[in-house]
């Protein structure tokens, strides 16, 4: 079955490229030229992913972001005419699992939505439960519990989670979190893997401020501690 593209952007002729695009790679894309009108399409239909424009005519797509990402774990991919990294990082804060700036070639963007795409399907293999004191990572819903509660994480925050627990005390830089990571196109020299790391402790930590799940050492990189809530 052909995975399901909303694409919320004014743009009429950027959209109508990508859909044509993306269209004969194989997805069914939806195009919604508001916020408004996106919103009105999440509430009565299932995507496998959204693509979101940073500059909406009614919206700001960064809210907009932080909305759907409070009620839903749905593949989000930012587009936005503005490259400035700091953009980029308070995309990532908030939930967004990549970010692409324009003008770009449409094999990019395919690029990018099929990786995310991928790291959302990956739950299919065997399901399995990584217990670590009062959180527990189920592999296979690909949820992530702290005393039994669901915290909301995106695709690509609980593939990096998932990266360091199964390593549990080892130390892994960021290139090594990189290179595990399969697929993903971050710089070494941007705060990508920070900014998700921070989101992550947001979601699992009891005082993101002083972590004891996910521990950092300076200089070095981060390792997740084996015993949690001694």
């Known amino acids: 079955m052909a995975e399901r593209i909303l694409m919320i952007d004014d743009d009429n002729r950027l959209a109508g490229m990508v859909s044509d695009y993306l269209g004969g790679a194989g997805f069914r894309v939806t195009v919604a030229g508001t916020g408004r009108d996106g919103e009105a399409h999440l509430k009565r239909e299932t ?50 699992d990549d970010y692409l700036a324009k003008p770009f ?5 395919q690029a990018r939505l ?14 399995e439960t990584l217990r670590f004191g009062r959180l527990e990572i189920d592999k296979g819903a690909r949820v992530v519990r702290v005393d039994g509660e669901e915290r909301a994480i995106t695709a690509y925050q609980f593939a990096l989670l998932l990266v360091l627990a199964e ?29 998700h790391i921070s989101r992550i402790r947001a979601a699992i930590e009891d005082d993101p401020k002083k972590p004891r799940r996910i521990l ?9 501690a084996k015993d949690q809530d001694r």
């Open 216 to 224: 950092t050492l300076r200089g070095t990189g981060y390792v997740f």
């Open 47 to 96: 995507f496998d992913a959204v693509i979101l424009d940073l500059m909406l005519p009614d919206a700001d797509g960064l809210d907009l972001c932080r909305k759907l990402r409070a009620t839903s774990d749905v593949p989000i991919l930012m587009l936005t005419a503005r490259g400035e990294p700091m953009d980029k990082v308070v995309g990532l804060e908030i939930g967004a």
């Open 114 to 127: 099929r990786a995310i795409l991928r790291r959302k399907g990956s739950g299919t293999a065997k399901s």
């Open 167 to 195: 390593r549990a005390g080892r130390v892994l830089s960021r290139d090594a979190l990189m290179d595990l990571l399969k697929g993903e196109k971050l710089e070494a020299f941007d705060r990508s893997v920070d900014v």
């Open 105 to 109: 070639e449409p094999r990019e963007l």
